[in-house]
C-alpha cells in the first residue's frame, strides 16, 4: 500500500494537475473527507492555515497539537495529518516549485531562499492578529480570483501568493529575511533544494558539487560552515528520512523501498540505514514510527 496523496485539484471545474490551487479546509472535508486522513503531497508545496480549530497533527515522524490561527508548511514530499478535537476551519494552498519562478527572473534566487527558510521547518507557526487580518484579505482575493477563468489570471494569483508569503516572512524573521542571503547562505540553500529533487538518483557529495559547479571540498566546507554539518550528513539524512516514512506509512518491505531509492543491493541498504540510524530498519519497521514532540 503506497502512501496517500492528498487531492489538490479543483473538481468543479476538473482542472487536474494545476500548479496552483486554493480552498477552504471545510471545502476539502466536504468534497473529499481530508480531516483525519493520513496524506503526502508528492508534487508540490502546501500551506495548511488554521484559522479556528484545535487538535493533533502529524508531519513524518513528528507529532504535536495545533490551535486557532496556526500556519503550517508541507514540502513536496511530506507526510502529514490533522485531527481536529473541535471544528476546524482555515485554508489550504497548494503549488507547485514552478508556480513562483515563471517570471521575475532578477528576483527568482530571493524567492526560492525565501520559501526554503519557510518551508524549512516542521511545526507550525502562530500567526498574530495583525499579520492575520493582512493575509485573510489576500487569501479572499486569490479565493476570488481562483474561482474564475479571467484574463492573466495565473499572473494575479501568483501576485498574490508572494505577497502572502511576505507578510509571512516579516513574520519569521523581520525585514532581514526579505534581505539577500550571503552567497554561502544560497549556496547551501541551493544544495538542500537539489538534494530533494535528486536524492533517488544522487547519493554523493561530488555529485551535488558539479550540479553547483563547485569542487567537492568547497561545497562540503560551505555547507559545514552554513548548517553545522557535512553535506554528505544531509544526503544520508534526505535519504533516510524517505525510507522512515515509507516503512512507517506504507506496506512496503524494505525490498521495495530500498529500490525505490535507488540501492539495488539490499545487503548495502540495509547496511546504510542502520549506520545512519543506529538500529536495524526491519527493527524500526516493527516498531512503526516513534513520534517526537514538535516544538
Same mark, same amino acid.
Given at each position: 500500500?503506497?502512501?496517500?496523496?492528498?487531492?489538490?485539484?479543483?473538481?468543479?471545474?476538473?482542472?487536474?494537475?494545476?500548479?496552483?490551487?486554493?480552498?477552504?479546509?471545510?471545502?476539502k472535508n466536504l468534497h473529499f473527507g481530508?480531516?483525519?486522513?493520513?496524506?503526502?503531497?508528492?508534487?508540490?508545496?502546501?500551506?495548511?492555515?488554521?484559522?479556528?480549530?484545535?487538535?493533533?497533527?502529524?508531519?513524518?515522524?513528528?507529532?504535536?497539537?495545533?490551535?486557532?490561527?496556526?500556519?503550517?508548511?508541507?514540502?513536496?514530499?511530506?507526510?502529514?495529518?490533522?485531527?481536529?478535537? =473541535?471544528?476546524?476551519?482555515?485554508?489550504?494552498?497548494?503549488?507547485?516549485?514552478?508556480?513562483?519562478?515563471?517570471?521575475?527572473?532578477?528576483?527568482?534566487s530571493i524567492y526560492h531562499n525565501s520559501?526554503?527558510?519557510?518551508?524549512?521547518?516542521?511545526?507550525?507557526?502562530?500567526?498574530?492578529?495583525? =499579520?492575520?487580518?493582512?493575509?485573510?484579505?489576500?487569501?479572499?482575493?486569490?479565493?476570488?480570483?481562483?474561482?474564475?477563468?479571467?484574463?492573466?489570471?495565473?499572473?494575479?494569483?501568483?501576485?498574490?501568493?508572494?505577497?502572502?508569503?511576505?507578510?509571512?516572512?516579516?513574520?519569521?524573521?523581520?525585514?532581514?529575511?526579505?534581505?539577500?542571503?550571503?552567497?554561502?547562505?544560497?549556496?547551501?540553500?541551493?544544495?538542500?533544494?537539489?538534494?530533494?529533487?535528486?536524492?533517488?538518483?544522487?547519493?554523493?557529495?561530488?555529485?551535488?558539487?558539479?550540479?553547483?559547479?563547485?569542487?567537492?571540498?568547497?561545497l562540503n566546507e560551505i555547507v559545514k560552515?552554513? =548548517?553545522?554539518?557535512?553535506?554528505?550528513?544531509?544526503?544520508?539524512?534526505?535519504?533516510?528520512?524517505?525510507?522512515?516514512?515509507?516503512?512507517?506509512?506504507?506496506?512496503?518491505?524494505?525490498?521495495?523501498?530500498?529500490?525505490?531509492?535507488?540501492?539495488?543491493?539490499?545487503?548495502?541498504?540495509?547496511?546504510?540505514?542502520?549506520?545512519? =540510524?543506529?538500529?536495524?530498519?526491519?527493527?524500526?519497521?516493527?516498531?512503526?514510527?516513534?513520534?517526537?514532540?514538535?516544538?
Open positions: 500500500m503506497s502512501i496517500p496523496e492528498s487531492n489538490t485539484h479543483n473538481s468543479k471545474r476538473g482542472n487536474k494537475g494545476l500548479s496552483f490551487d486554493i480552498h477552504t479546509i471545510q471545502w481530508y480531516e483525519g486522513e493520513i496524506q503526502q503531497s508528492k508534487d508540490r508545496f502546501q500551506i495548511i492555515w488554521i484559522t479556528k480549530g484545535k487538535g493533533d497533527f502529524l508531519l513524518d515522524l513528528r507529532k504535536g497539537d495545533f490551535e486557532n490561527n496556526q500556519l503550517f508548511f508541507i514540502k513536496q514530499g511530506q507526510v502529514y495529518r490533522f485531527q481536529a478535537t =473541535t471544528d476546524m476551519e482555515g485554508y489550504i494552498i497548494s503549488f507547485t516549485d514552478s508556480f513562483l519562478s515563471k517570471e521575475d527572473q532578477e528576483n527568482e520559501l526554503f527558510s519557510l518551508f524549512a521547518g516542521s511545526g507550525g507557526i502562530k500567526i498574530t492578529q495583525e =499579520t492575520s487580518a493582512e493575509m485573510n484579505d489576500i487569501t479572499g482575493r486569490m479565493i476570488k480570483e481562483f474561482n474564475n477563468i479571467n484574463l492573466f489570471r495565473d499572473e494575479l494569483l501568483r501576485r498574490y501568493l508572494k505577497i502572502f508569503l511576505i507578510y509571512l516572512s516579516r513574520q519569521l524573521e523581520g525585514a532581514a529575511f526579505t534581505a539577500r542571503k550571503t552567497r554561502n547562505e544560497e549556496l547551501t540553500q541551493k544544495f538542500l533544494a537539489l538534494i530533494d529533487k535528486h536524492f533517488k538518483t544522487e547519493k554523493t557529495v561530488s555529485g551535488y558539487s558539479g550540479l553547483l559547479s563547485l569542487t567537492p571540498n568547497y560552515k552554513t =548548517t553545522g554539518c557535512s553535506a554528505r550528513h544531509h544526503i544520508r539524512q534526505r535519504i533516510v528520512m524517505e525510507a522512515k516514512r515509507h516503512a512507517s506509512y506504507s506496506d512496503d518491505y524494505m525490498k521495495q523501498i530500498g529500490y525505490y531509492l535507488g540501492f539495488t543491493d539490499m545487503a548495502h541498504f540495509s547496511k546504510f540505514f542502520k549506520s545512519a =540510524t543506529g538500529m536495524n530498519f526491519t527493527d524500526f519497521k516493527k516498531g512503526k514510527p516513534v513520534f517526537s514532540s514538535a516544538s
